[in-house]
Nanobody, 121 residues
Framework: VQLQASGGGLVQAGGSLRLSCAAS????????VGWFRQAPGKEREFVAA????????YYADSVKGRFTIARDNAKNTVNLQMNSLKPEDTAVYYC???????????????WGQGTLVTVSS
């Protein structure tokens, strides 16, 4: 499975962005997909994840109620809709694929390149 994240950019606090993770590979629909982020000088942290059938989602407390993860297996994409963005959401965002819904980065087998999200105050 190969993943490519896109959609990052510069946005003012309170604004919205939608990140997309495009995947290649016939077995993509059988993987759970997670989004992680890494701010400068900080460790990579879990943001959200969705199971392969799209019915189970999980969010970090810091983004719950503001971010929504959704997937379209027919298009091999997973999107992360980010609303009410805060300066502390500034980070490089990564998508990753795993055999199950996990919140630890080490549990993910495939990673895309990051996309930078910058939220100005």
């Amino acid at each position: 499975v190969q993943l490519q994240a896109s959609g990052g950019g510069l946005v003012q606090a309170g604004g919205s962005l939608r990140l997309s993770c495009a995947a290649s590979g016939r077995t993509f629909s059988t993987y759970a997909v997670g989004w992680f982020r890494q701010a400068p000088g900080k460790e990579r942290e879990f943001v959200a994840a969705i199971t392969w059938i799209g019915y189970s989602t999980y969010y970090a407390d810091s983004v719950k109620g503001r971010f929504t993860i959704a997937r379209d297996n027919a298009k091999n994409t997973v999107n992360l809709q980010m609303n009410s963005l805060k300066p502390e959401d500034t980070a490089v965002y990564y998508c990753a694929a795993s055999s199950g819904l996990k919140t630890e980065a080490r549990g993910y087998d495939y990673w895309g390149q990051g996309t930078l999200v910058t939220v100005s105050s």
